[in-house]
Each structure stands twice: as structure tokens, then as C-alpha cells.
């Protein structure tokens, strides 16, 4: 899962080849319509005309319905939805399908078609257009003559005849309609092998030599770009494709995932592809960035069990397996802040304790909460750590949060973060988290806690209440400061520093009801035995209240 945090950059060059030399007429010359177009004009503004309003990158997809939800519309749907564009549908036929495959096609009225075209087009300021099942040529030619009264940004044609599992969607006569129609206008396709031999008058792809002719080929059809996917080459260890963007070739190579839940894995990346366009991104990185998100999904979801068929579908958002664990704790609850557990390694080190020894013993002597702070360890070591203690955590449905680092609490799935006054803003770290996770953070003011409130925390740590060692110049503000900050927070608050089993009752009586609960480092960690220390600690907090 850790590789989805890679989304957020640019992916490692590909491989550039120069391919063999076909002849074709040169693109110049030849008459297309073109859908790139400069977005002026009261009705394909790319802003709205309040210059203030933010305006949203959007995606139209013209395709099926799956009922399964693995593909088509659905997987449109989800595939926008994780690469945070907006989506809307203008559905060209109805299919009664699942795991087992399709059982049948209702094809839309082309009129109908041209009416959900029409309501789209002339109002949401769509800014790319992406094709799926396109089940008849009248409803090509609807396609077509909508995209000429509404030109858009790009086009993404995904020329849905036969799917992955070999069932065939369209018709011979829809080849034609294709090529005469709609690859003029694309701004790029993206066929698999099937359908580039279909498209190609049953040419026969077999290698990825033969992959790099059927790119060749189409391109002389009109597309800017060509995309041929490779997913079904026989005998490739590697899920290879081909780009072609009429100069240049580019080999995409990526592990090929052992799964059966390969549904809608090509509506999928077409739609990511058009997510990326409608975002701004070049064709290239586009299509890099849409490949890595298929690759990751399908690694995330080559174990889930949806539906009794050959292909199942994939999990396009990374949530149904976690979701799905029963010991994962239910949403936050302030009184999980009760006894708050802190790691520090260095304290682990020194007493010859194991992360999950201490993280296990903790929770056993009364913990209620527990977060893994790791200054020192690279990112890979922290990541193998927190992947362990997250089992430990939700066993006994404690939740665990990672201190400061983001991208380590997104890749192991953590229940949350706390974060400082100089660390990522919490708005910002909400963001990146969803509504779901927990999110603490550091305040010694009125003002920070406030601002935590203003900006979605769910919780805030106030202090150091009293002098520590395991936070060097850290400004102290008593329990008169504690309690300042308290009335002053709509957040329930721990409270945190130098507070151990000699002074924790005191903390606990300062008398304001949104005190919850004390944050420990040295007072457990710092023992010989950090279960007899934690039943101690948890027994004069107990006490205290």
C-alpha cells in the first residue's frame, strides 16, 4: 500500500525506443476534428464567471453499466473518485453482468443518449471526455456530433468490443464507426491487443513487436496518441504497453499482479488517464500516473473474494480490506485520550525492549491510546514497525497514531497522526487523511487551540505541563497554563510532559471537564517493566477521577 503515496509525484522516465519505421500520412495533413481547444467563451469557460470560484477538474464518461459495478460507468465512477476529479455519466447501454461474465445488453435509444449528452455538456463545463462501450453506430454518431456543438479539452477513447474475460461487447459494424468517427477526434486510445486487432482488421498481435506495429498502424487512423495495452500478451512475465504519440515510442513495463480481480482494469486506467488530462497533467505523466494507481490497486485487492466467477472486480479507493477487519476500533471516542502511551525508541533501546514488546505490554497494563514517535529510523524500518503494532493495537481495539509522519500513517493504514505547531498544517493533513482518521495536535495557547478546532483536529496535546528530558527546550506551561488552554478548547485535550505516576492525579484535578487523559513517555517507557509501570500509572488515574 505504501506505493500509492508515489501518486503524488512524477513516476521514473520510461523507457524510450525508436521502434520499427512505418509509412502513413503525416498527421498535418489530414482533416480531423479537433477536441483540444482553448477553453474561451461563455460556454467552455475553464472558469466560472465569478473568478473567485474554484473550479473543479471534470471528467464525462460515455459508457455502460456494469450491474456488477466492476467495470464501465462504475468503475468510471470509482476510478475519478480516487484521483479526485469529478465524474459524470451519459450511459449508452444497461448490462445484466457479474464475475461469471455478461448475461446481457440493453442498448439505450440514441435520442436518449443525445439528450444525457446534451444536459451535460451544455452546463457542467466538462473539460475531458472519456468513451467506453459504445454499443451502436448511431449512438457513435450522436457521440461524434455532440463532441463538434461541445468541444472539450481531450477526448479518451477507449474502444470497449471485448473485455479481458473474452466477453465481446460490440459488434463488427461498430469497428467502422470507430475509425471513421471517433479516432479522428481522440486525443489519444487506448485498445487492448484484442482491440487493436479488431480495429486492425483482425491483425494478429502476439509480441510486443507486433504491439509496437498495431501502435504504428492506429495512429495513421488519426489519434493523437496511441496507447496499446498489453495486460493480455501471452507469455509476458511483465504487464507491458505501448505509447505512441505519432514521433516516439515509449514502453511501459510494470509487475505483473497474480489475481483474478482484474475487472475493468481497462476502463479503469482510461479513466485515470482522463482524470489526470482534465487536472492539466501532459499525456505522458498521465498515463505514467494512471498505470502506477492500476498497478497499486490491483496489488491492494489480489486477495479479495467478490462474486464466485473467473474475474472479480478490484477496489479502486484501498478501503475494503481495511474496513473489513473486525478489531479495528470504531471512530474516536475523547476517552481513548484516558492514558495516552507515547513511544520513544531510544528508552526501548536502552532497556532491550522491542517496539511491539512495549506496544503489546502498554496496552495490557491499561493503555488507551498509543502513538509511535521514531525521530532517528528511516522511513522503511518505521513503516515495518508501525505495520506491526497496528495488529497489536486493533487485537485489543486500541487505536494507534503515527507522531508527525503523514506518508508513513497512510501506508500502514494507522487510525491516525499527531502533529506539532511547525509540522503540516492540520487542515492540510485532514486533506490527505479523510474525515475518518484521527488527527491530534501539539498546543500551548488559546489561540492553537482554537485554531486546531478551526481547522478539523480531533483532539489537541497541551503542554509540557511540567519539565521533560525527552523533548529538549520545550516551553513549560504548568497546570495553570494547562487549564487556560482547557476552557479555552472545544477539543477534548491531553495532557503531556513530565507527568508521571507522582503527579499525574494533580493534572487530572484541575477541574475542567474536557481534560481527558494523560500523555506518557519516560513514566512506561523508561522502566524495566513497562507493564507493572502502566497497571500503576492507570490505577492513580483511576483514582483520580
Same mark, same amino acid.
Given at each position: ?24 500520412? !503525416?498527421?498535418?495533413? /489530414? ?8 477553453? %474561451? ?10 473568478? !473567485?470560484?474554484?473550479?473543479? *477538474? ?31 455519466? #451519459?450511459?449508452?447501454?444497461?448490462? $445484466?453482468? +457479474? ?51 461541445? *468541444? #472539450? ?14 466477453? #465481446?461487447?460490440?459488434? *463488427? ?7 471513421? @468517427? ?14 487493436? !486487432? ?5 491483425? %494478429? ?42 514521433? +516516439? ?6 509487475? /505483473?499482479? =497474480? ?25 505522458? !505523466?498521465?498515463? =505514467?500516473? $494512471? ?19 473467473? %474475474? ?8 475494503? =480490506? ?14 481513548? &485520550?484516558?492514558?495516552? $502511551? ?30 509511535? /514517535? ?46 506539532? %505547531? ?44 511540567? *519539565?521533560? @528530558?525527552?523533548?529538549?527546550?520545550? &516551553? ?14 472545544? &477539543? ?25 487523559? #494523560?500523555?506518557?513517555?519516560?513514566a512506561l517507557f523508561d522502566r524495566e517493566c513497562v507493564l507493572t509501570e502502566t497497571k500503576k500509572l492507570c490505577a492513580v488515574l483511576t483514582e483520580a477521577i
Open positions: 500500500m505504501f506505493s500509492c503515496l508515489l501518486w503524488l509525484f512524477d513516476m521514473a522516465c520510461s523507457v524510450v525506443l525508436s521502434g520499427p519505421f512505418f509509412f502513413c500520412k !503525416s498527421s498535418s495533413s /489530414r482533416h480531423r476534428t479537433r477536441t483540444f481547444v482553448a477553453m %474561451q467563451g461563455d460556454g467552455a469557460s475553464a472558469t466560472t464567471k465569478n473568478n !473567485s470560484d474554484l473550479k473543479i *477538474p471534470h471528467v464525462l464518461t460515455v459508457a455502460g453499466s456494469d450491474s456488477g459495478a466492476g467495470a464501465g460507468i462504475q468503475a468510471d465512477l470509482k476510478a475519478c473518485a480516487a484521483r479526485g476529479v469529478y465524474c459524470s455519466t #451519459v450511459i449508452t447501454a444497461v448490462t $445484466a453482468q +457479474n464475475t461469471v461474465g455478461v448475461q446481457g445488453v440493453n442498448i439505450m435509444p440514441e435520442d436518449f443518449v443525445a439528450a444525457q449528452l446534451n444536459s451535460v455538456l451544455s452546463d457542467m463545463q466538462v473539460d475531458v471526455v472519456k468513451t467506453g462501450m459504445l454499443p451502436s453506430t448511431d449512438i457513435i454518431k450522436v457521440l461524434h456530433q455532440s463532441l463538434r456543438e461541445f *468541444p #472539450v479539452r481531450a477526448l479518451v477513447i477507449d474502444p470497449v468490443m471485448v473485455s479481458t474475460s473474452g466477453d #465481446v461487447l460490440a459488434g *463488427p459494424s461498430i469497428v467502422s464507426g470507430f475509425r471513421d @468517427n471517433l479516432l479522428p477526434m481522440a486525443d489519444i486510445i487506448t485498445p487492448n491487443i484484442k482491440e487493436a !486487432s479488431a480495429l486492425l482488421d483482425g491483425m %494478429q498481435l502476439a509480441t510486443v513487436s507486433d504491439m509496437y506495429s498495431a501502435a504504428k498502424l492506429l495512429h495513421c487512423f488519426g489519434p493523437r496518441n496511441v496507447l496499446v495495452k498489453g495486460g493480455d500478451l501471452p507469455d509476458s512475465s511483465d504487464a507491458v504497453d505501448i505509447f505512441f504519440d505519432g514521433e +516516439n515510442f515509449h514502453e511501459l513495463r510494470s509487475a /505483473r499482479v =497474480k489475481t483474478r480481480n482484474t475487472h475493468g482494469t481497462g476502463c479503469s486506467l482510461a479513466s485515470c488517464i482522463a482524470a489526470e488530462l482534465a487536472k492539466g497533467s501532459p499525456m505522458l !505523466s498521465a498515463i =505514467k500516473v $494512471a498505470k502506477r494507481f492500476i498497478e497499486t490497486a490491483l496489488d491492494y485487492s489480489k486477495d479479495i473474494v467478490i462474486g464466485n466467477g473467473p %474475474q472479480g472486480p478490484f477496489d479502486h479507493l484501498l478501503r475494503l =480490506k481495511s474496513t473489513s477487519r473486525s478489531c479495528r476500533p470504531e471512530a474516536f471516542n475523547p476517552s481513548d &485520550l484516558f492514558l495516552y $502511551a507515547v513511544t520513544d525508541p531510544r528508552m526501548n533501546k536502552k532497556w532491550g525492549h522491542s517496539i511491539t514488546d512495549v506496544v503489546k505490554a502498554a496496552i495490557e497494563g491499561g493503555a488507551t491510546i498509543v502513538q509511535l /514517535r521514531e525521530k532517528d529510523a528511516d522511513t522503511g524500518s518505521f513503516l515495518e514497525a508501525a505495520q506491526a503494532c497496528i495488529e497489536i493495537c486493533h487485537h485489543h481495539r486500541v487505536p494507534l497514531l503515527i507522531n508527525d509522519r503523514i506518508d508513513v500513517a497512510l501506508a500502514c493504514d494507522a487510525d491516525g497522526v499527531h502533529i506539532g %505547531q511547525s509540522d503540516m498544517p492540520v487542515r492540510v493533513a485532514r486533506a490527505l487523511l479523510g474525515p475518518e482518521k484521527i488527527i491530534g495536535v501539539s498546543c500551548k495557547t488559546p489561540e492553537h487551540a482554537h485554531q486546531a478546532w478551526v481547522d478539523g483536529a480531533d483532539y489537541i496535546g497541551c503542554g509540557g505541563v511540567y *519539565p521533560t @528530558n525527552t523533548k529538549e527546550n520545550n &516551553l513549560t506551561v504548568g497546570l495553570d497554563g494547562l487549564k487556560t488552554v482547557c476552557l479555552a478548547s472545544k &477539543l477534548p485535550v491531553v495532557a503531556i510532559g513530565g507527568i508521571g505516576i507522582s503527579n499525574a492525579s494533580d493534572v487530572m484535578k484541575i477541574g475542567v471537564p474536557n481534560l481527558k487523559g #494523560v500523555a506518557v513517555v519516560s
